[in-house]
């Protein structure tokens, strides 16, 4: 029977030798490892080929193997697999989406610094300047860019996980969010919105930020409901 992956992670730890210069985690030769860990030298590579395919782990050559901070490949693959199955759905999406953006507007009100807020600033500065000159695209990608930036302030490794694991998921919602404001006229009290959140959170009002979060959310949901009616 096959080594729980996690557990077989834990092993490796325990035999890797990190540079004290880079912190990376350098395993040993696979013989001398295979060795040490009791496997066979076809059950090891089996198991490090996962860990690859994850991206937990990398060869260099004349360098060695190293165990490594993954890149976003792999989740991006499981995500976006899940929705072709239809196990992960849009509103399955718009929901985390909005219960976790209040989240990160309530954090980012208590972690927030000067240069963030210039950051921020100049987001919203290019999504009314594409709103007003009635290009959608720019201020798509403005828009996209203050949720990014938020999510950039609150620093978290699992809200980033999730955010590029969904990053597909997360751009179509919120595409369909600004077409649908901009169909219903609402696209204006949208933009404001996004200014109410950043004012709570330049006042370091955590609960103001949520709720303003919650708000900005709410005149989307209604606009997306009055553009179905209207098709129905």
Do not use: C, W
Request: charged share 30%.
């Amino acid at each position: 029977m096959q080594e729980p992956l996690a557990r077989f992670v834990a092993r490796l730890l325990e035999l890797a030798t990190v540079d004290e210069e880079t912190g990376a985690r350098r395993l040993p030769p696979e013989r001398e490892l295979g060795d040490a860990l009791g496997m066979s030298r076809g059950a090891l590579r089996e198991q490090l080929s996962v860990l690859e395919s994850l991206g937990f782990l990398h060869r260099t050559q004349g360098r060695g193997t190293y165990l490594d901070t993954p890149s976003y490949g792999f989740v991006r693959t499981y995500f976006a697999i899940a929705r072709s199955l239809g196990y992960i759905t849009d509103p399955h999406v718009s929901e985390a989406r909005m219960l976790i953006e209040e989240a990160v507007a309530e954090a980012a009100a208590r972690k927030v610094t000067p240069p963030q807020l210039n950051e921020l600033r100049d987001s919203l500065d290019r999504m009314n300047a594409a709103e007003e000159a009635g290009d959608i695209e720019l201020a798509h990608e403005a828009d996209a860019d203050f949720h990014r930036r938020l999510l950039d302030v609150v620093d978290n490794p699992v809200l980033q996980l999730l955010r590029e694991g969904l990053q597909r998921a997360l751009s179509d919602d919120m595409r369909a969010r600004r077409e649908a404001v901009a169909r219903d006229g609402s696209g204006g009290e949208f933009d404001l919105s996004h200014e109410d959140i950043f004012a709570a959170i330049a006042a370091g009002d955590p609960e103001g930020a949520r709720m303003a979060m919650r708000r900005h959310f709410g005149i989307a949901t209604t606009a997306e409901t009055g553009v179905a009616a209207r098709r129905s």
